[in-house]
């Protein structure tokens, strides 16, 4: 099954758009998880499974993983995830970008090594470095358009024959890059305007939105820019403010704000 489909059926399913971001890191993690790569694995395991019945996908961020050299227990989650909850969309934001045989390692390494349904990449190098992403048998790409970051406006609001940079790369998208597969982009809770441009761009498909949480994006505006026309259309990432809600009770907690975020996004529906 295709990611787009996969992922049409988990919105139906568990009236969700939240994503649950798994960014393991150690230092802010509650006393009962060693701060080692078995702590990494046992606590986004647990963390999957307190809050896998509010979410649409899960989306392990490779950096937190591979800083501590714990690639093989994210194999190991990733699997989790596969085995545990098959119906819930695995998204591997890694942010490839890379060229020829190269970008064809990066891929392997998403769906083959690890078995995500899709990845994050990075369209500054043209088309043609995304094609791998999109061509692969079990691949998607959700492609970097305009990110939640304070300083993505640098290159991504620069004019190109009178339109910013980020609005073709979602024209691009809807009519070149979703001839060759299944591709989404992402666009951050942090610009409801520009959301609200790039909806218009792209029709119904997938936009991935981070910054709800931590980084303070509001659910109902992301809701009212960005939901297509069957009212769903989003993976609102919260990382941070799941993970970390209550360091006392941090199973409990994490499915409490995991059900709120996702209630507030479904009340904003």
């Not at 699997?79 to 890694?94: E, F, K, N, Q, S």
């Not at 992403?133 to 993505?152: K, P």
Request: aromatic content about 8%.
């Amino acid at each position: 099954m295709g990611f787009n489909t996969l992922l049409d059926a988990r919105w139906s399913a568990s009236n969700s758009l939240l994503c649950v971001g798994l960014d393991p890191d150690v230092s802010k993690f509650p006393t009962q998880y060693s701060r080692d790569v078995d702590g990494i694995e046992y606590f986004c395991i647990d963390m999957i499974d307190a809050t896998a019945e509010y979410a649409c996908a899960f989306k392990p961020q490779i950096a937190y993983f591979a800083a501590a050299r714990a690639e093989a227990q994210l194999e190991r989650i990733c699997a989790h995830i596969r085995h545990h909850y098959p119906t819930i969309p695995l998204i591997l934001d890694a942010k490839r970008g890379d060229i020829g045989d190269t970008v064809k390692m990066y891929a392997r390494e998403a769906f083959d090594r690890y078995g995500a349904h899709a990845v994050t990449v990075n369209p500054y190098m043209g088309g043609d470095t995304l094609e791998p992403f999109l061509t692969h048998e079990n691949g998607a790409a959700i492609v970097l358009c305009r990110t939640s970051n304070a300083g993505s406006g640098e290159f991504q609001s620069q004019l190109i024959d009178g339109e910013p940079l980020y609005k073709h790369v979602a024209r691009k998208a809807a009519t070149e890059w979703s001839q060759m597969g299944d591709v989404a982009l992402v666009v951050g809770a942090t610009y409801p305007e520009e959301l609200a441009e790039v909806r218009t761009i792209v029709g119904d498909m997938a936009l991935l939105v981070p910054g709800v949480g931590a980084q303070g994006g509001d659910p109902a505006q992301v809701v009212a820019n960005g939901t297509n026309s069957h009212g769903t259309g989003l993976i609102v990432n919260s990382s941070r403010a799941i993970l970390y809600a209550d360091a006392t009770d941090p199973l409990n907690a994490a499915a409490r704000v995991a059900r709120d975020t996702r209630d507030a996004l479904r009340t904003a529906v």
